[in-house]
Structure formats: C-alpha cells, structure tokens
DNA sequence: CTGTTAGCGCATTCAA
DNA sequence: TTGAATGCGCTAACAG
C-alpha cells in the first residue's frame, strides 16, 4: 500500500540504471557525485523510499529485533527494553515487541512465530524457557540472548544480575540499623531468582546470629495488592520491625499496609526493596532499595545480540551484574 | 538467517507443488484432505516456516502495525498500547513499537522510516504531527489512526477524550464536599488537552460561584518530581484545602508533598487527579481521579486502523469517548 | 483439486 | 563508473 515509487522509476527519471540508483540510495561507493546528485535529486522529489519486504528478502535479514517480555504493563521489563531501544537506536535494527503474558505456551508460540524469519535476532526478558522452545532456537539457529531467565543456568548466552549478594547487602543494611526482626516477602515461587535472594537473606540473618523466624517469612504474587495483603497479615500478626521485600512493588505495597495499620515510615517500620523502579524513588518516603541496572542490561544483552547477528563469537556465554544498595528514606533505626 | 527450509523443499519432499504448498500452509481451500495431510506432515518434519520477507514482497502486506508512543516509561502510551496489542492479538498483524521521546524531529523521522513498507498502518499516540508530517502521511496513503494529538483538530481520523466534561465533573466532586479554595495544577502548555480541561475547572468553579484565585493556578511538567515541588510551594504559601490536577502523576507527587508537609490526606486536604493510571489505585490513600478509558482508546483505535488497513471506509472520522469520576480515598470534605 | 507461469522490488555478480 | 542479467521465496491468476 505504500511506497509505491519504485527503483525502476527512479532509475528511468533519472536517466540511469536501477543499479545505479540503488548503490546510490543505500550510501555505497562508486558513483559518480554528479549521478549520485542527480539520483538523489530525483529520488527526492518523487518520494522514494526502498521497499524493505524486497530488500529483506534480497538480503536474508529484515532489521528487525524481536522482544519477548512478560507484559507491557510491569516497570521492570519496561526499563530493560528502553536500554535495548536505546542500544539499537544506533544500529539499523527495529524492535518488534511481543508479550507472552505469563503464559509458557504463549511464549513457545510468540518465539515460534518471530523465528519464522520476521526478525535477526530475539532476546527474551525473564522467559520461562521450555526445553522444547530452547531446542527450536538451536535448530533455528536464530540469535538470542535471555535476561533473568527462571532457570538460570539456560544454555543460551544470558544476562542475570548477583541477587544474592544484592539482597544480602540490602538485608546487612538493616541489621546495621539494629533491626532484629526482620520479616521476608517472597515473590512467587517458580523464579530461581527468588530463591536466591532468599539465601542471601538468610544468610545475611545467620551471619549476624539472628534468626530467620519462620512466621515473619511469607510467599505472595509480584504485584503491589498481593505485597499490600500479605505485608498487612504479616505486621499486624507478628509485629517485625523491619520488612525486605524480594521487588519494589512488594515493597511499595507493604508500605502501604504499614501505614493503613497506622505505623508510620521509617519511624516506626523500615523497609528494604529489590529491583529500583522509577517507583522506588517516585515514593513518599522513597524506598531503600537494591538497584538492579536494568537499563543497562537491556543494553547489555542488545549490543550482545548485535553482534550475534553480525555473526561474531560472543565474548562470554552467561554476564552476570552487580547490584547496588540505594539508601532512600525508608529505612531507620528501629522504635526504642 | 532462520527459516532455511524452503517452500520448494516442502513441495519436492511432499511429492505436490510449491503452489499446493502454499495453499495448504495458508490454510486455503481447495486441497485433498489425503494432500494436505501429507504436506502438512512433511512441513512439520522438516521445520517449515514461511518467508515472512517474499511473503510480504508477493501481498504488499508486512502484518505489521506501526505504534509511535511518545515514550515507553509513562503509563499514559503504555496503557493505551496494551488497549491495541489486545485488539490486534485477534488480527494476523504485530505491533511495532517505536517511541520518539516527546521530540518532533524524531517523530517525524520514525513516521517517515515506517511509512517505508515496513507496515500496514500507523498509530499515533499524543504526537505532535507537524503540518509536513501530516501531508507526508496522505500522500503515502497510508491508513493511520491518531490517539489524543496535541492539536485536536488534526485532520486524520483521531479518538480524543471529553476532557472539558471530564474535568468539570472532577471539580463538581470537590464543591459538592465542600471545598472552595480550590487549587488547580496545569500540565505542559503545548497540549490543547490541558487547557481545555483547565477550562472544564474554570467553568465547574465560576457555576458555582467560586472564584479562581490567579494564585491557586500553577503550570507544570507532566511529571511526579514537578508535581510535587510546584504542589508543594501551592500548599505552603497559599493554604488551599484542595488541588486538582490536569494529570494522575501530577496528583500523586501533589499528595507526597502534602503529606511531607505534615498534612493528612485527605483529612487536611483533597486531591483530585486525571487519567486513573495504575498508579491511582495503587496508592495510599486511593487517589479519587477522572478516568479516562485508555485501554478502550488503544482498541477502538486499533480496531478503526484494522478496517482502514483492509480498505473499508471508516465510520467516522473523530471519536470522542466519555469519562468517569473515579471516587477514591484522597477525597473528604475540607478541615473544619 | 492441482500445476504452470510469472513477477513482486531489490541487490549481487559479472561484464562493459 | 555504470549496466544487464539473475534470483531471493512466495503467491495471484490462470490453465489443466
């Protein structure tokens, strides 16, 4: 429907070959300046524009990256994708974002579908990775790189960030605080992720002799309402001083529980986030947290990509970032 | 690079033509069911996929939509785009999403790159459209659907939202609690939106016989930090008891900076917000807004693009659809 | 119901 | 420095 201006007859109004106009237009060499001016003036004025189904097809690539994320609505895939958005701003790459909604067969399907040629390279953000999907990228020998993946020993070139250490420096920092207890929200089960930053939490708890008590541990879903419900049954029950939550919106909601039970924060409880989101610092009080770099994975993982697609060895097969203790105002000294 | 299994391959191995092929992959009719059975067969067994590049070449059809988001943090575009990635699920067409971070000339550049062929049809989320942008776009004739532009009179087919109703009937549900030093909180000049829905206040006031006090009226940027210093000067010099805001993200750091003010929300003062983002119901208290049906704009739009794209006439060209006060917890009548 | 012919628009190869 | 021929993989139109 569109571009309807051809090479032909750009090529013809300006009395050269198709050839011609079209090392021209895509900016190769040899061409005289006084075609290449002529060509150009010509291409200009009836609005050319290559047309990329042609060109794809011609060249075996359709510059286009393909993004699968959990869904378009959580902050925490929305970050990584503007550091891939902005890695790729600078190659001839789009991105083609899809969703799989939390659904591993709507996963399967999405990659599927966009491995059948649409785009050069995929990268997947927190997938669920069925060996079957994993298997079909192999044989497709389709370029991919994982972010957080569930398991995270995939065997595809992957980025995941030291939730272990992140979370025991996030822990270590209330304990500085004097807090003893500390109570644990988990999110949900079926991350690997979410077991190792428990660990760190824990062991953070053993190495300063304080127990881990086992009703100020709870399990709840990644979203603000569950953290804000579990948070709520948590404090008013067994009255910790201090709650970490394993992701911001965990955190956000817990405080909120905390201040509906009439508390107030950081003077009567603290809490300790994992993740940064724009939310954490967009809060009043702004959350302590443990900084994921989520911008700059979503980088990462896409010059990864680029080169995978330029058909270059990848310097190493698993990266795994650093995270960052961000002290905000959530956090204090516990009430005398 | 993907996609190595050819049609050929599929029609020499299956003992039938590329055309039987073809017929059968795209499920048309006119094939014995003994025919397709063995294609299909030999299809799966060899991993065939179709060429998505000489697909397109051959149709003049790319199955993509272009989206243009202003940018991929705010959750105004991004509900929007959930509302159109819902309705294109059903479509055989993927969204590709391009941001151009609030700046004309990048607009104008994406629009232009994916009026290349690369889609189908356009979506236009609060774009700025420069008057050569909008000619660029008729004279491609390519089908485009704009969402909430900066100038509303844009004249391509458009959905926009009853703001000036919407706002008036936000600041009824402060008069009618009570409220008379009400303040209000502009959004960016540059969008018509903003000041109509100014206008909806200055109109819900003065029928009400309340003044509107110069000082009360203070323009931001559209986002939390701005809300929040402007609120905060608003309330501390000249003691309103209410603010409403032509934005939920204006409302919210509205709110953070009473509370950082020492006051209770909404027992010292009442907010009033516009959108109903997430975030209004994720908040504490609930943030009382006028809601704008964002997921269903991102539908309709789709749904209006999709018919244009299939070359039907469009039933109208200017959609306006209604909103809806949203009663929430930051609402109470004024202190005593 | 199935096969043949042709060509979408471009870029690679080679020749001029 | 430029041009002619060729084919990427697929499907519309028609013929058998």
Redesign the pocket.
């Known amino acids: 429907m569109a ?6 007859q ?2 013809e109004e300006a ?9 021209v ?2 900016g ?5 300046d ?3 001016r002529r060509v150009l003036e010509v291409a200009a004025k009836l609005g ?4 990329q ?3 794809n ?4 690539r359709s510059g286009l990256v393909g993004l699968i994320a959990l869904d378009l609505t959580n902050q925490y895939g929305l970050e990584i994708l503007r550091g891939v958005a902005d890695e790729l701003a600078g190659a001839e790459q789009e991105l083609l974002v899809n969703a799989s909604y939390h659904d591993a067969g709507r996963e399967k399907d999405r990659i599927e579908f966009l491995a059948g040629g649409l785009v050069d390279g995929l990268l997947l953000i927190a997938p669920v990775l069925e060996d079957e999907t994993i298997e079909l990228l192999r044989r497709r020998k389709l370029p991919c790189v994982v972010i957080d993946p569930r398991r995270l020993d995939v065997p595809l070139p992957r980025i995941t960030v030291d939730n272990y250490h992140g979370m025991r420096q996030g822990t270590q920092h209330l304990i500085d605080l004097g807090h003893t207890r500390i109570a644990y929200l988990r999110g949900g089960e079926d991350l690997e992720s979410t077991s190792i930053r428990f660990r760190g939490f824990q062991d953070a708890m053993r190495l300063a002799g304080l127990e881990v008590a086992e009703e100020l541990v709870a399990t709840c879903d990644f979203t603000y309402a569950s953290g804000f419900r579990t948070a709520s049954r948590l404090i008013s029950e067994h009255r910790p001083t201090a709650l970490v939550a394993g992701a911001d919106l965990l955190a956000l909601g817990a405080i909120d529980a905390a201040r509906s039970c009439g508390l107030t924060v950081p003077n009567d409880f603290s809490f300790v986030g994992f993740d940064d989101l724009p939310q954490a610092a967009q809060s009043f009080p702004g959350l302590t947290t443990v900084r994921q770099p989520l911008h700059d994975m979503g980088q990462k993982a896409a010059l990864a990509l680029l080169s995978l697609i330029e058909g270059q060895k990848l310097l190493m097969e698993h990266m795994e970032l650093g995270t960052e203790l961000i002290i905000r105002n959530s956090t204090a000294a516990p009430p005398a």
Do not use: D, F, H
């Open positions: 571009g309807r201006v051809t090479i032909a750009v090529a009395g050269v070959s198709a050839m011609t106009v079209s090392n237009i895509s190769k060499p040899g061409a005289s006084e075609t290449r050319y524009r290559p047309n189904a042609a060109r097809l011609k060249t075996g």
